[in-house]
């Protein structure tokens, strides 16, 4: 979701250095993205102290102008003081605002637009502040990633090692999701929605996800009629951007990957239930969801019978995946 404002933070600044500090996983999302010049990541331990200060020291050595901060937290804001960056701006959260030299109002409207907003007028202050002008909020979000050709070659080998005739469609399903099991459209459904693409497609299905989701691509493997191939934890991030670029279509719950699958340039069909699609819909994908009385809720467990995803049937999802995949794109 920060994309699209680290897209204007290079228009607005041309011609600057621009480094993307971030956690070491995070690197294989940008690994070829032509939005800066260098990314210098880090990894946390479990001491944010020590962690503080190794990445001050980092930074501090670059001799930074400007520290544009996404994240919200009171740490981030901590480690650009304490690395001196002169000019530091931040939304004023979590009591940090004396930390940045330029602290950002909340925009009221942090609750019914999309979350790529909230990034792009943080840039849109930046903006202001340096060259007098807005422009910024003027465009249309872009969420678009480069991947390049030797690492799309790679995933192709990636898929045929593991069992992909790359002669068929591949839909990619992700079943999983790391921080919310009401997320989750049930294993049951993905199993029904797998035989269905196999039968009546006779597509190529993969199941993708992080490590952590393995257990439940296992689940859905097991109700599958028609086994699907597993890459669950298989594949490492940068590995995994590589594999959604190279395949027609991503199936999947409110996660992460739902958001690089249309970045990369692929179809993308969530299945949305306690979230807010509102403001945290993938750009450029397509979703379905039932409309209840209590969603969305944001619940990471449901206290009641979870009825947003039960309601959602395989035939369903089954038929808009299809109907997408008629529709042409250029790729």
Same mark, same amino acid.
């Given at each position: 979701?920060?994309?699209?404002?680290? %897209?204007?933070? &290079?228009?607005?600044?041309?011609?600057?250095?621009?480094?993307?500090?971030?956690?070491?996983?995070?690197?294989?999302?940008?690994?070829?993205?032509?939005?800066?010049?260098?990314?210098?990541?880090?990894?946390?331990?479990?001491?944010?102290?020590?962690?503080?200060?190794?990445?001050?020291?980092?930074?501090?050595?670059?001799?930074?102008?400007?520290?544009?901060?996404?994240?919200? !937290?009171? *740490?981030?804001?901590?480690?650009?003081?304490?690395?001196?960056?002169? %000019? #530091?701006? @931040?939304?004023?959260?979590? @009591? %940090?605002?004396? $930390? +940045?030299?330029?602290?950002?109002?909340?925009?009221?409207?942090?609750? *019914?637009?999309?979350?790529?907003?909230?990034?792009?007028?943080?840039?849109?202050? /930046?903006?202001?502040?340096?060259?007098?002008?807005?422009?910024? $909020?003027?465009?249309?979000?872009?969420?678009? +990633?480069?991947?390049?050709?030797? %690492?799309?070659?790679?995933? #192709?080998?990636?898929?045929?090692?593991?069992?992909?005739? +790359?002669?068929?469609?591949?839909?990619? $399903?992700?079943?999983?999701?790391?921080?919310? &099991?009401?997320?989750?459209?049930?294993?049951?459904?993905?199993?029904?929605?797998?035989?269905?693409?196999?039968? *009546?497609?006779?597509?190529?299905?993969?199941?993708? @996800?992080?490590?952590?989701?393995?257990?439940?691509?296992?689940?859905?493997?097991?109700? !599958?009629?028609?086994?699907?191939?597993?890459?669950?934890?298989?594949?490492?991030?940068?590995?995994?951007?590589?594999?959604? !670029?190279?395949?027609? +279509?991503?199936?999947?719950?409110?996660?992460?990957?739902?958001?690089?699958?249309?970045?990369?340039?692929?179809?993308?069909?969530?299945?949305?239930?306690?979230?807010?699609?509102?403001?945290?819909?993938?750009? @450029?994908?397509?979703? /379905? #969801?039932?409309?209840?009385?209590?969603?969305?809720?944001? $619940? &990471?467990?449901?206290?009641?019978?979870?009825?947003?995803?039960?309601?959602? !049937?395989?035939?369903?999802?089954?038929?808009?995946?299809?109907?997408?995949?008629?529709?042409?794109?250029?790729?």
């Amino acid at each position: 979701m920060s994309i699209p404002a680290l %897209r204007w933070l &290079r228009r607005i600044f041309p011609d600057a250095l621009i480094t993307l500090h971030t956690r070491g996983w995070a690197e294989g999302i940008f690994r070829d993205a032509a939005l800066f010049d260098e990314i210098l990541t880090f990894d946390k331990t479990k001491s944010k102290i020590k962690d503080a200060l190794v990445q001050a020291k980092a930074l501090k050595k670059h001799e930074f102008d400007l520290a544009v901060l996404f994240p919200n !937290s009171f *740490e981030t804001a901590l480690v650009a003081k304490m690395a001196k960056i002169p %000019r #530091r701006f @931040g939304y004023s959260k979590e @009591g %940090r605002s004396f $930390l +940045l030299t330029d602290a950002v109002e909340i925009p009221v409207w942090k609750n *019914e637009r999309h979350e790529v907003f909230y990034y792009l007028n943080l840039v849109a202050e /930046i903006e202001k502040e340096y060259f007098g002008t807005k422009s910024v $909020l003027e465009n249309e979000p872009r969420v678009d +990633l480069e991947v390049s050709a030797e %690492r799309r070659g790679e995933a #192709r080998k990636i898929l045929q090692e593991n069992g992909v005739d +790359l002669s068929k469609k591949t839909i990619a $399903l992700g079943v999983g999701s790391t921080n919310s &099991r009401a997320k989750r459209w049930h294993a049951e459904s993905y199993a029904k929605l797998n035989d269905l693409l196999q039968n *009546e497609l006779n597509a190529n299905v993969v199941l993708v @996800g992080a490590k952590d989701e393995l257990e439940i691509s296992e689940e859905v493997f097991a109700k !599958s009629e028609k086994k699907p191939i597993i890459l669950t934890g298989k594949t490492n991030l940068a590995e995994a951007v590589a594999v959604l !670029s190279e395949i027609e +279509l991503l199936v999947s719950n409110d996660m992460g990957l739902a958001h690089i699958a249309p970045a990369v340039a692929t179809k993308t069909l969530v299945i949305f239930g306690p979230t807010n699609e509102k403001t945290t819909q993938p750009i @450029g994908s397509e979703i /379905i #969801r039932k409309t209840v009385d209590c969603a969305p809720c944001m $619940l &990471r467990d449901c206290p009641i019978d979870h009825r947003c995803m039960t309601r959602i !049937s395989a035939a369903e999802v089954f038929r808009k995946a299809r109907e997408i995949l008629s529709v042409k794109k250029d790729r």
